[in-house]
Every structure is written in C-alpha cells, then in structure tokens.
C-alpha cells in the first residue's frame, strides 16, 4: 500500500508559481501506474488538476493545461506539480493521490497552499 | 466533458437508518469508470467504491453500490455516527480524465 506526503510552500503571491512535491513511500514510482494531483478550494469540491507515469507522460486538465507541468523523480521516488501564474481562485488544498483502477486509490494528507500578497 | 450531478445536496438521517445517494451523468458513462469516495472534514477523500460496485479495500459491507448508464446510486445499508461525512461520485473520461460530482453532505437529523 502506498503512502504519499504531500510539501511545499503554504503561501504564493499572486502572478507567482506553486511548487509541490509528492513524496511515495510503500512501493516504487516506477510500479507502471499513474500518479495524479487534485485541489479543493476551500468549502468546495474537487477538481484533477492531471497525472504523470513513470515514464514521464503526462495529462492535464484542459482548463489548467496552459499554466500545469507535472514532473517525476525517479531517484527520489516523488512527483512534483508546478502552477504558475496563480491568483486567489488556485487557492486550495492541494492532493496527490495514486491512481488505481479508474480510480484514485490512495490519496496523500493533503496541503493548503494561499494565494495572497 | 462529462458532468456529474449528486443529489440530493444534502442528506439528513439519523444512525440506523439507509440513505441513498445519487449521482447522475450528463453522458453515459463504462460502469468500469464510476467511483465514490467518503471525505470528512479536514481529511483527504477515501476511496469507497470503485467499478460502479466493487468496494475498496477495508470498506465495510454496509455501503453497496449500483448503476449504468447515466445513473449511478450508492448506499449505505445501516448508517453508523462514522458515515456521516461529505461524498463525492467521480467517472473516468478522455479529457479531463477524472471528474467529480459536487457532493452530497450526509449530517445527522
């Protein structure tokens, strides 16, 4: 069973770019499957932002496309999300998660990253 | 893109009793593709159901699943004070690929 720990900064200015690492433990990066990032802004639902294989393909979300890049480490066994240009409305708590069968089976604590000057 | 809608918004019932919750599809959706997931407050979703009806690993036999199609219905046979929480339905598309309904908040009555 995987483990998975979200980190990275808890605040952003706006314009600026939020960096979040995934770190996995339990089992390898490199198991085949895919690895997804999810936000929920506060009091709201939930939204996939995208996912990356161990080979390093990638889906995003259409509506974040423009501004998402999801990397792998291989090395260090975690995954890595980038969004840049963010306002307030990015702000959210963020997720990593392991993706199953169709599904999203393990999900990381989660972390609150704002958005603010 | 596929939209999903959880009805009702919210759900009041006491301990004991069954609830019912909904979710439906703007499109048809592989009954290999509809998920659902328990998340309580200031904690991450749990993965409940998956496969419209193949419970996850540790889920208790009380919650059940069904549907096809457009429709989709998860159910909780006899509530217990740990089921009330928020729940979600998700499907499994082409872009994006993962999509989740608004929610149903289930709270005690």
Redesign the interface.
């Known amino acids: 069973?995987f483990q998975l720990k979200e980190s990275g900064p808890g605040l952003v200015k706006p314009s600026g770019t939020l960096s979040l690492t995934c770190a996995v433990s339990g089992g390898s990066i490199s198991s085949g499957n895919w690895w997804?990032w999810?936000r929920q802004p506060p009091g709201k639902?939930?939204?996939?932002i995208g996912?990356i294989q161990h080979s390093g393909s990638t889906?995003?979300?259409?509506?974040l496309k423009s501004r998402v890049t999801i990397s792998v480490d291989k090395s260090k066994n975690q995954f890595s999300l980038t969004l840049t240009s963010v306002t307030a409305a990015d702000t959210a708590v963020y997720?990593c998660a392991h993706n199953?069968?169709?599904?999203?089976?393990?999900?990381?604590?989660?972390s609150l990253v704002a958005v603010s000057s | 893109e596929i939209v999903l809608t959880q009805s009702p918004g919210t759900l009041s019932l006491s301990p004991g009793e069954r609830a019912t919750l909904s979710c439906r599809a703007s499109q048809s959706v592989s009954s290999n593709y509809l998920a659902w997931y328990q998340q309580k407050p200031g904690q991450a979703p749990r993965l409940l159901i998956f496969g419209t009806s193949s419970r996850a690993t540790g889920i208790p036999d009380r919650f059940s699943a069904s549907g096809s199609g457009t429709d989709f219905t998860l159910t909780i046979s006899r509530l217990e004070p740990e089921d009330f929480a928020l729940y979600y339905c998700q499907q499994y598309g082409n872009s994006p690929m993962y999509t989740f309904g608004q929610g149903t908040r289930l709270e005690i009555k």
């Open positions: 069973q997804s999810v639902g939930l939204e996939w996912e889906n995003y979300n259409p509506s997720y199953g069968r169709w599904c999203l089976e393990y999900w990381g604590q989660g």
